[in-house]
């Protein structure tokens, strides 16, 4: 009997591996692959996804660029830079699905996913720009904000795999 409960209590302990978003967020290292595997062979730069986005729009793409923003709430997007440009992306992924670590700014990674527009209107891109700025603990009052033509559209990509590393450790 006392072997049957040590074997059910190592049963149920190594099953029991999974992680809190909360800790999943906090990861020291956050080296390594995230959501499914990145089976995409060819670059896309984001450069060629902005200047002709209708050829891309809906189509998966593999990017690859420097991580220079990780949402601070939950781990849920990333924006990732491309190599000498200013141009950037937003990796949008399902909450709780993957969780980026706030430790992945200034890693590198390659990114798999579907490219995707988002329309907004004058008040959903004041109201996005109010999120955003509240997930740094900003408070920005809606009568301040300015719209631009360019808060109208967002380009990103809805992530569905990426893969983590330091500069000149890719897997």
């Not at 595997?37 to 996804?49: F, H």
């Not at 220079?68 to 992306?89: F, Q, T, Y």
């Not at 700014?105 to 988002?118: I, M, N």
Request: charged letters at 25%.
């Amino acid at each position: 009997m006392k072997k049957i409960f040590i074997l059910a209590v190592l049963i149920i302990s190594g099953c029991n591996d999974s992680q809190s978003e909360s800790d999943l967020l906090h990861k020291k290292n956050p080296d390594g692959n995230y959501g499914s595997e990145i089976y995409l062979r060819e670059y896309n730069l984001i450069t060629e996804l902005f200047d002709t986005p209708e050829i891309y729009l809906g189509d998966e793409v593999l990017i690859s660029g420097e991580i220079i923003e990780v949402c601070p709430m939950r781990g849920c997007w990333i924006n990732i830079k491309e190599a000498n440009s200013d141009l950037h992306i937003r990796v949008k992924v399902t909450d709780g699905e993957i969780v980026f670590p706030l430790t992945s700014k200034g890693k590198y990674a390659d990114v798999q996913g579907k490219f995707s527009k988002l329309e907004f209107t004058e008040e959903q891109a004041r109201q996005w720009k109010i999120h955003l700025a509240e997930e740094k603990g900003i408070h920005l009052d809606s009568k301040d904000i300015i719209i631009n033509p360019s808060d109208l559209v967002e380009y990103r990509i809805i992530g569905e795999g990426a893969n983590i590393y330091s500069y000149g450790c890719k897997n």
